[in-house]
């Protein structure tokens, strides 16, 4: 299982999902709702159900639901019944509270991409 807003997919989003597969069979992804990324001052290009279609479309993705609050993700792990807790090592002892219900994996992130970046790109190609 891994976490994340996952707008503007980009490469850096295809390996952590790629090697987030490979800690097992079946990977769920919980992506921000819109809602949930207004509480936490986030604005995405893309609407929630597009962010879901486009991740569902991918192949190392077998089921995306939706993060509504922080606080769910013990109850999703205990309630998917998930081995392997992914996240990039940007979050790494964020989420060292889950070991007590599966193991939790940092992944290093892919250098020089980032949905920031790109926002910031596109602004200044824009702007420029």
Not at 55 to 79: F, G, H, M, S
Request: aromatic residues 12%.
């Amino acid at each position: 299982m891994t976490y994340g807003t996952f707008d503007l997919l980009h490469t850096g989003h295809i390996n952590l999902l790629r090697r987030a597969k490979e800690y097992g069979d079946y990977l769920i992804v919980a992506i921000s709702s819109d809602e949930f990324n207004a509480l936490k001052d986030k604005k995405a290009y893309y609407t929630f159900e597009q962010r879901k279609a486009i991740l569902e479309a991918i192949r190392y993705v077998d089921e995306v639901i939706p993060e509504n609050t922080w606080e769910q993700k013990v109850e999703d792990v205990q309630n998917h019944t998930v081995d392997v807790f992914v996240m990039g090592d940007d979050w790494k002892g964020e989420f060292d509270f889950l070991k007590e219900h599966c193991e939790v994996v940092y992944l290093p992130r892919t250098v020089g991409i980032s949905t920031t970046k790109i926002k910031s790109d596109l602004n200044l190609a824009n702007n420029g």
